[in-house]
């Protein structure tokens, strides 16, 4: 008897770990990965050329939906985890398809990568060196860290942190939000050639830009600064309607 039950257990375990097990994709001849989420997502390194989603807890399957297949904007759901991965030339297209729940995504450091939500999901980023694009269209905020390549990122509502590591400086930087926050923190030595624009908030830095100062950081009352810092090198472009900005030295 004490057999058999520990046979049965040994069984849902086994199922149990079966249903919610990571997925897993070469990115052998990929350039880009493209990622769309309703929900959280969050982006970050490891060092296997794959792109790997985390499982997470299980998703309770409805019980009339037993055996259908999940089906959403960028397809059915061909990983048996509530996503859709798909192809398409030397772009790898994936697409978050459970709205209640967000994404842990793992990918080589040096992978482009594109990012956007789509409806209330927050974009976390962490540790890459390619080039990086991200977008919350609606409510989500961007946080950007430990990041060298080009970034061109969007925020409606949400607040925007970039944090750089080193800056590349042979594609330009664009960072805008319409109603929340943008700060940015750049290595001291960046040479860089800024625009800076803000329509109803002010404008915050400790680089050596000859203005007048609050609180060790200069304001900027005027509504757009064209300035170089370091002699002038990678054109960084920083917006924010409704808010302030903060360009800040690491």
């Known amino acids: 008897m004490r057999k058999s039950?520990?046979?049965?257990?040994?069984?849902?375990?086994?199922?149990?770990?079966?249903?919610?097990?990571?997925?897993t994709k070469s990115l052998s001849g990929i350039e880009w990965v493209?990622?769309?989420?309703?929900?959280?997502?969050?982006v970050k390194t490891h060092s296997s050329n794959e792109l790997l989603i985390k499982s997470g807890p299980e998703?309770?399957?409805?019980?009339?939906?037993?055996?259908?297949?999940l089906?959403?904007?960028?397809?059915?759901?061909?990983t048996n985890i509530g996503f859709s991965v798909v192809q398409d030339g030397n772009t790898l297209i994936v697409h978050n398809l459970r709205k209640s729940k967000g994404a842990e995504i793992y990918l080589p450091k040096s992978q482009n990568l594109s990012v956007k939500s789509t409806w209330n999901g927050d974009i976390d980023i962490d540790g890459f060196s390619g080039e990086i694009e991200a977008d919350a269209q609606l409510n989500g905020s961007v946080k950007i860290t430990n990041?060298?390549?080009?970034?061109?990122?969007?925020?409606?509502?949400?607040?925007?942190?970039v944090v750089f590591g080193t800056v590349k400086q042979d594609s330009p930087i664009t960072l805008y939000s319409t109603n929340g926050v943008v700060d940015v923190s750049l290595p001291g030595n960046t040479p860089a050639n800024l625009s800076l624009s803000t329509l109803n908030g002010n404008l915050y830095t400790d680089f050596d830009i000859k203005m007048t100062e609050k609180d060790g950081m200069k304001s900027y009352l005027g509504r757009k600064v064209n300035a170089a810092i370091n002699g002038g090198g990678v054109k960084i472009s920083m917006k924010s309607v409704n808010s302030n900005m903060y360009l800040r030295k690491k």
């Open 59 to 69: 998703v309770k399957t409805p019980e009339r939906a037993k055996g259908l297949k």
């Open 34 to 42: 493209k990622i769309e989420s309703k929900t959280d997502i969050t």
């Open 5 to 23: 039950i520990f046979i049965i257990a040994a069984l849902l375990v086994g199922t149990l770990a079966k249903a919610q097990t990571d997925y």
């Open 71 to 78: 089906v959403g904007e960028g397809g059915p759901d061909n």
């Open 147 to 161: 990041i060298n390549g080009p970034v061109t990122a969007n925020s409606l509502n949400g607040t925007m942190e």
